[in-house]
């Protein structure tokens, strides 16, 4: 039954809500039951699932497609050409299989650790040029630049063909009401830009993953592409398809920026509110790794999976689902939910954070996690030790948040020490 709204505990099923108050709003729901019928984020209706059990059961379920041809409503995301469409997060295996088998190895734990000293220099020369200031936007000035000079650097990308990718994501995430054209003109600048950098590097390939990548492309590509079908030019075998190597490149970039973005910012704010904490990684830095967990577990950056498509009609939470129709399941919720994770609303990194799914979870797992996990590490280490007297440098209550469900992060974050 759903809770009587009041003044401090507004009605979870407002749309406004999970904007205003969304851990508030996804208590209230779960509360209420274990499945929701709601608008979702592009307006059409969708099934949005809050418990933790439900959440992770059914991002391991293979009845749930991510292949949007599966939708009974039409569904199209963003309406994203093909070339920057045919990636992970519309594919189901064989086709999911194929193409991840062919970049994972650039993301493992051992490849990614030899990544730390690189991408900790790049933290302290960012730190560098604000320090003399006393101040900062910590967003703008070090999280938003640090995950884009990674990115880059992994996949080949020259320092003077650097652009502003978080004008092309804030676009896709947060539109513009005022300016409707500016996804349009986003996704379009996006493509020119990733297939003259492809361009590029298939002419002067150099040792990066992009290179890498265009060379699975073209030594497949040799009469023995076939089309499977599935309208993403999938290919047989260990292959890509022109398109899926376009996608894949606008996936690493998009997806490897925009969640470490706001995984850094979300986390300092969290240690910048609770002084403790601060103290104690301060003094313990070895306890890094496992505070990041209970960072991300606490106020990931992705509130929501990526949506999915039952293939057949589905019991989740004891609600049927029929086939085709929409269904969200939310990360945040599942995350603050107290039958997994007691106390949830407290930010606790001793904590046993073993099964969060701020990262997802089942053949989806996030690919860039170990990425993701350290560059937070490095940056916020750095952040805390460089800074001894961190604070903020507006009141708590001037911090403005993303206006969007998909995503989880602060607009700016202002500094000073």
């Not at 194929?98 to 650790?113: C, D, I, M, N, Q």
């Not at 690919?367 to 940056?379: F, K, N, S, V």
């Amino acid at each position: 039954m759903q809770r009587t709204p009041t003044p401090d505990r507004p009605d979870p099923l407002d749309p406004t809500a999970l904007l205003d108050d969304p851990y508030a709003a996804y208590e209230g729901l779960r509360e209420a039951g274990p499945v929701h019928r709601i608008s979702g984020p592009d307006g059409q209706p969708a099934w949005l699932v809050t418990r933790y059990a439900d959440v992770r059961g059914a991002l391991a379920d293979p009845r749930l497609s991510l292949d949007k041809r599966n939708s009974s409503t039409g569904y199209r995301g963003f309406s994203l050409p093909p070339a920057l469409d045919a990636n992970l997060l519309n594919m189901d295996p064989p086709d999911h299989t194929r193409v991840r088998r062919l970049v994972v190895k650039a993301f493992t734990p051992g490849r990614v650790e030899k990544l730390r000293a690189p991408v900790a220099k790049v933290a302290q020369d960012l730190l560098d040029a604000v320090e003399p200031r006393g101040t900062a936007d910590l967003i703008a000035d070090f999280a938003g630049p640090l995950p884009i000079i990674v990115i880059c650097d992994l996949l080949g990308v020259p320092e003077h063909d650097r652009r502003d990718f978080r004008a092309w994501t804030d676009a896709l995430i947060t539109p513009d009401p005022s300016r409707p054209a500016a996804m349009k003109e986003a996704i379009g600048a996006m493509l020119r830009f990733f297939t003259e950098l492809i361009a590029t590097k298939r002419a002067e390939p150099g040792d990066d993953l992009l290179s890498d990548l265009i060379a699975v492309r073209d030594e497949g590509d040799e009469g023995d592409e076939a089309d499977d079908g599935s309208g993403a030019g999938g290919v047989a075998g260990d292959r890509l398809s022109e398109d899926e190597l376009t996608s894949l490149a606008f996936l690493i970039l998009f997806a490897g920026y925009e969640n470490t973005v706001h995984l850094i910012g979300n986390a300092v704010l969290a240690l910048l509110d609770h002084p403790d904490v601060l103290a104690e990684l301060r003094a313990e830095p070895e306890r890094m790794p496992a505070a990041v967990e209970e960072f991300a577990r606490y106020d990931g950056p992705a509130p929501l999976a990526i949506r999915r498509f039952p293939v057949e009609d589905v019991e989740i939470g004891g609600v049927r689902i029929p086939a085709g129709e929409s269904v969200l399941l939310s990360l945040a919720s599942a995350n603050r939910d107290p039958e997994r994770f007691p106390d949830p609303a407290t930010l606790d990194p001793h904590r046993d954070i073993f099964g969060h799914l701020a990262l997802g979870h089942g053949i989806h797992y996030c690919l860039g996690a170990p990425l993701a996990r350290m560059e937070t590490q490095t940056a916020l280490d750095a952040v805390i030790q460089r800074f001894p007297g961190l604070r903020l440098a507006v009141p708590r209550t001037e911090l403005q948040w993303r206006r969007s469900i998909r995503a989880r992060g602060l607009m700016s974050l202002p500094v000073a020490w």
